[in-house]
């Protein structure tokens, strides 16, 4: 069976998934994590994809991503899976697979969804128990959105920088964002169209995007009418 094509356009953000073979996990010590950052930086740079947030769970990671280009993402993930489970297998002397098939991925909208999928990325840690606040889990972009520290492997988005008029008010304004719990619903949202590899947004957003892409963008709902005059239509298998 072919493989359905994944919605992205350059300059709109991407919500990525990419899970461990039968769960198991892709980080078996420090070094590891370590590793994963170093690559996941090289390709970024090399690829032209900007990160806004992310997390290193035991089995799992999440991107919040923007490419610049068609096939920036895509060739991202390409080049640190090559390089990450090349030094995984080297290191452990296993073979075979590390991650469970392709990458799943979901557009953004962003002046809707951007913030709150940044915030349940950062949170994963605390759904899954390991620790009661995102500042304890030190393989996320907590530390850096929230608390200033370095990090060379965030690029901010530019809502995040609408945040406040300088760093320490940017910073403040994030950290206040984490006082409201996650609704339910945009929790569910997030996760079907990320499982979907659909997009996340409104309607009107979802609209334009069928236009653009000629394709449909919600389970179960004929297409919307085309636009035969596009001049870019943007499609990556």
Known sequence: MARKPRFTLPGVPQHIIQRGHNREPCFYALDDYWRYRSDLHEAANANQVAIHAY???????HLLATPAQEYSIT???QDLGRKYVRYINHTYRRSGSLWEGRFKASLVDSEAYLLTCMRYIEMNPVRANMVCHPSEYGWSSYAANAQGQSDKLISPHPLYLQLGTDQEQ?????????????????????????N???VLG?????????VMLKRQVRPGLPGRPRVEDLSAIYYVF
Request: charged residues 30%; hydrophobic residues 40%.
């Open 55 to 61: 997390v290193l769970m035991t089995n799992h990671v």
């Open 202 to 210: 409104r309607e009107d957003f979802k609209d334009k995007i069928e």
């Open 75 to 77: 060739h991202m993930m």
């Open 170 to 194: 940017r910073l403040y304004a994030y950290r206040e964002l984490f006082n409201q719990h996650l609704d339910k619903t945009e929790v569910h949202a997030i996760r079907s169209a990320l």
């Open 196 to 198: 979907q590899e659909l």
